[in-house]
């Protein structure tokens, strides 16, 4: 049982004047007895790890990781997944709202946080720590007997859980997980699809759903969900990246680009990830899908010769010399004493039998490194 007013109180936010702030509230209302703070996610953690927390308030808009990605690690770790917390954020919208409401997360807070918002808030928490619901009993119970490896114990649980609160998804969220763990994904699919319809932002069940799918090998599926979980929350992106490349390797590039053009169009930072993406492209072969991200990234990002090398070596490898020497001529304008591309331009001249002007940027290599050897070899070949 947590006792409010003698309470450990963990305030997690970057401006150090929150802290001082809620501080002053909290000791106002009479609410906790000792106050810590961190200013990111990582030292949360290591608080967390390190005392007995009663309460957490915690800023959505924190370093190193969002408070909802704190939240998630900490659902997922047994001596934290109970910690009671509240989340401070500015964000109103109906998505995240519903979200939260269906989530880990005890409570939200939305900015401006009032005194009266905390002693409404608070309260109500630590009540529903000390007294849970039905729902949350069942779900409990459920969660421990899965642990022990019961997962049929654990979805009659869980079953209770869902009669003790019919229009919550949580409950239906948990029971597809124990199906998958029993290896029974048709099984899971199903409550899944049931969780979603009971709330349509429940962004852990679409990625559920997104996962069996694609290991059915049902990929339209796969996708379907998991741009509905992109859209609802950027945190997927990650995840659909990996489905991206996944998708590559089995050389469907064009549904990869389907994926991909969505979390292109979802992110704050496209060209980062159009760059990881052309790595993966290389990676598996995809070189045409590469070469139009790459002439993309150039257009937009201005003429980088790491950008230019790496077409070059693109359009090199396709066998169109003439248009990578384009790229490699115009990377060494900007990157004058860059061995890589001057050795690349070289094999492409030997390769068109322009033997004159192959020599000359191995003479340039060598005169940098006269011990460089395949700048030797290629240059016996000039001969």
């Known amino acids: ?26 000791k106002l209302l009479g609410f906790g007895k000792q106050y810590l703070y961190a200013e990111n996610g990582e030292k949360a953690l290591k608080v967390f790890r390190e005392r007995v927390i009663d309460l957490a308030l915690v800023d959505n808009n924190i370093p190193i990781m969002t408070g909802e990605e704190l939240i998630e690690i900490m659902r997922q ?46 309260p109500q928490v630590i009540e529903k720590a000390n007294h849970p619901c039905a729902m949350t009993i069942h779900l409990n119970n459920a969660d421990k007997k899965a642990r022990n490896g019961d ?95 996944i998708l590559l390797k089995k050389k469907m590039v064009d549904k990869a680009m389907l994926i991909y053009n969505k979390i292109f169009h979802l992110s704050k930072e496209p060209n980062i990830l159009k760059e990881q993406v052309v790595g993966f492209c290389i990676e598996v072969e995809a070189v045409s899908y590469a070469i139009k991200l790459l002439n993309e990234l ?59 002007r192959a020599e000359k940027p191995l003479k340039v290599i060598l005169k940098m490194n006269p011990d460089h050897k395949e700048a030797k070899k290629l240059l016996r070949k000039c001969f």
């Open 77 to 122: 770790d047994d001596d934290l997944k109970n910690i009671p917390v509240i989340m401070i954020t500015g964000n109103a919208k109906k998505e995240f709202v519903a979200n939260v409401a269906e989530s880990e997360i005890d409570a939200y807070i939305l900015k401006p946080v009032t005194v009266k918002l905390l002693s409404d808030k608070i």
């Open 151 to 245: 997962f049929d114990g654990a979805i009659e649980d869980a079953l209770l859980a869902k009669s003790a609160n019919p229009k919550a998804s949580k409950p239906l969220r948990e029971i597809g997980g124990y199906c998958i763990k029993k290896g029974d994904l048709d099984e899971a699919a199903k409550y899944f699809l049931q969780a979603v319809q009971i709330n349509s932002v429940d962004v852990v069940a679409f990625q559920y759903l997104g996962d069996i799918f694609l290991r059915k090998g049902d990929v339209d599926n796969a996708l379907k969900y998991l741009n509905k979980a992109m859209q609802i929350s950027p945190r997927n992106l990650e995840r659909g990246l990996n489905l991206g490349k």
């Open 298 to 356: 150039i257009a937009r990002d201005g003429k980088r010769p790491d950008l230019l090398f790496k077409l070059g070596v693109l359009f090199e490898n396709k066998g169109e010399g003439a248009k990578a020497l384009i790229q490699f001529n115009e990377a060494l304008l900007m990157d004058k004493d860059n061995i890589d591309i001057m050795l690349h331009q070289a094999r492409v001249y030997l390769d068109q039998g322009l033997l004159l």
């Open 1 to 26: 049982m947590i006792d409010l007013n003698k309470a450990t109180i963990l305030i997690v936010d970057d401006a150090e004047n929150m802290f001082h702030s809620l501080r002053s509230v909290l």
